[in-house]
C-alpha cells in the first residue's frame, strides 16, 4: 500500500470556503423560501461579463488554431512573449520598474503561484505569515511539511504570525526575530487594506538585512484609487535582491473562470544552499515550470494581451469602477447599521467588526438566517481575524444596493426596538 503525505492530516477540517458552502446549502434545504432572495458576499468571485476584448481575442484565437497554417501546439512553459512583452512594459517599465520581458511567468493564477513557489525553497526556512490571512499562504506550507501541528485557536506551531489588528491599521511591522520567508499582499486580502511606501520601505530593508524572501502578492493592485500607495513591491529600491510578485487577471479583467495570472522573479534574486552556496531562483523557478507546466494556452493568453489594449484597459477600468462602487455601497451599507468599517476604499473587501457579544460564525449564521446574506467569517482567516467579517464587493449592482438596504433596514428596526424599550422604562 502507498503511504501518503501525512501533513494533510494536519490540516484543519474544513478549507473555509466549503465550509461556507457547507452551511449555507443546509439553510437553503431548510428554508426554500429564504433561499430564493439569498445575495452571496462571501467568496471573493467576480460576476460581470468579460470584457469584450478578451472574448473577441479569444475567439480569434480559436479561429487561429482552427486552420492548418496558423495552428499552434505546445507553447513556451514561461508563457508567450507576445504577452510577457506587454506585462514588463505596461505594468512595471510604464510605471519606471526595471523589470524584463524574460523575469516575467505566466500560469494559471496567482493562488496556484504561491503555493508552487515552495517547490524551490528549502524545508528548513523560517515562515512568517500576516494574521489574518488568505489561507492558502497557511494551507499550502502545512501541506509542504513546514509547520508543526495545529493549535487550539487554529494557528500552527512553527509558523511566525504577524499580528494585523485596528491599532497597526492592519499592516504589521516588521518583527524583531528572524523569518527567512515572509508572505505580504497589498491590497489585503482579507482586511482591505493598503500597505504605504514607508511601511513597504521597511519590509524591504528587513529582508535585505535578514537575507530574507519577501513573497509579494499583488493580486489586487487595480483596484489601488490613491496615487501614493505602490502598485508593486519593486517600486521599493533594493526590492529586486529580495522579493518576488505574484499578480493575476482574475480580478481586474474577470478571469477567475478563465484562469491567467503571473510570477515576476528578478535574475538578479539569490537564495543559498544548506552549505551557504548562493544561487539565482529564476533559473530554478524556470526548470519547475518547464517540468510541471505546458504553460497557459494560447486563446487565454490572446485575451490576456487584449487588455492591454486602449479598449481593454478602459473595459478593465469599467470593471473595477463596478466593484469599487459596490464596495462603497457595501461600506456605507454596514456603517449605517452601526457598525465600524475597514478597507473597502482601495480594495474590494470590506472588513467589518462583529456586533458587540457575537463571535464571526455567530454573526455569518445570524445574517445568513435574518438577511439572507452571506459573508466570510473573520476567523476564517486566522485568530486575529476573530471578532470581524469579510463583506465582498464583487457582486452585481443590484445586489449590493439590496443587501445595503437590508443592513438599512436592519438598523432601523433595532433603533425602533431599542426606542420602545425605553419608553417602557
Excluded at 201 to 229: K, P, T
Excluded at 315 to 341: D, F
Excluded at 347 to 368: H, R
Aim: contains cysteine; proline residues 5%.
Amino acid at each position: 500500500m502507498a503511504f501518503l503525505n501525512e501533513n494533510y492530516l494536519k490540516l484543519q477540517a474544513g478549507y473555509l470556503f466549503p465550509e461556507i458552502a457547507r452551511r449555507v446549502r443546509e439553510f437553503s434545504e431548510q428554508n426554500p423560501n429564504a433561499a430564493k432572495r439569498l445575495i452571496r458576499c462571501g467568496i471573493g468571485d467576480v460576476t460581470e461579463p468579460l470584457p469584450r476584448a478578451a472574448i473577441d481575442a479569444m475567439k480569434a484565437a480559436a479561429e487561429e488554431l482552427g486552420r492548418r497554417e496558423t495552428f499552434r501546439g505546445y507553447g513556451p512553459e514561461q508563457g508567450y512573449e507576445f504577452l510577457r512583452s506587454k506585462i514588463a512594459q505596461f505594468d512595471y517599465r510604464d510605471r519606471g520598474v526595471d523589470i524584463s520581458d524574460d523575469e516575467i511567468f505566466l500560469s494559471d493564477g496567482s493562488k496556484c503561484d504561491c503555493g508552487h513557489i515552495l517547490d524551490v525553497l528549502g524545508e528548513q526556512n523560517k515562515i512568517a505569515i500576516t494574521d489574518p490571512v488568505y489561507p492558502v499562504y497557511v494551507d499550502t506550507n502545512v501541506m509542504a511539511g513546514h509547520t508543526g501541528p495545529v493549535r487550539a485557536d487554529g494557528s500552527y506551531e512553527g509558523i511566525l504570525y504577524l499580528p494585523c489588528t485596528v491599532e497597526n491599521n492592519f499592516v504589521p511591522e516588521p518583527p524583531r526575530e528572524h523569518a527567512d520567508v515572509i508572505y505580504l499582499c497589498f491590497p489585503n486580502n482579507p482586511t482591505g487594506a493598503v500597505a504605504s511606501r514607508a511601511q513597504l520601505a521597511s519590509w524591504v530593508e528587513y529582508a535585505r538585512e535578514h537575507n530574507a524572501l519577501l513573497l509579494f502578492d499583488a493580486a489586487y493592485e487595480g483596484y489601488i484609487g490613491d496615487s501614493a500607495i505602490p502598485h508593486s513591491i519593486f517600486e521599493i529600491n533594493g526590492a529586486r535582491e529580495c522579493a518576488i510578485e505574484f499578480r493575476s487577471f482574475s480580478k481586474t479583467g474577470g478571469f477567475t473562470g478563465v484562469r491567467c495570472g503571473f510570477t515576476v522573479l528578478p535574475k538578479s534574486l539569490l537564495a543559498q544552499t544548506e552549505s551557504g552556496k548562493k544561487s539565482p531562483l529564476h533559473s530554478l523557478w524556470h526548470r519547475r515550470w518547464s517540468t510541471k507546466s505546458n504553460g497557459v494556452s494560447y486563446p487565454v493568453q490572446r485575451a490576456a494581451e487584449a487588455l492591454y489594449t486602449e479598449a481593454g484597459r478602459e473595459q478593465v477600468r469599467t470593471l473595477i469602477e463596478h466593484y469599487m462602487g459596490n464596495a462603497r455601497i457595501l461600506r456605507e451599507g454596514a456603517q449605517s447599521a452601526g457598525l465600524r468599517v475597514h478597507g473597502g476604499t482601495n480594495a474590494p473587501y470590506i472588513w467589518v467588526e462583529t456586533p458587540a457579544g457575537k463571535t464571526s460564525w455567530q454573526t455569518f449564521d445570524w445574517m445568513l438566517r435574518e438577511l439572507s446574506v452571506v459573508i466570510t467569517p473573520g476567523s476564517g482567516f486566522g485568530s486575529k481575524g476573530e471578532g470581524f467579517f469579510r463583506i465582498s464587493a464583487f457582486n452585481s449592482r443590484s445586489n449590493a444596493e439590496e443587501v445595503d438596504r437590508r443592513l438599512r433596514e436592519t438598523s432601523a428596526n433595532q433603533e425602533q426596538i431599542s426606542t420602545k424599550h425605553a419608553k417602557r422604562s
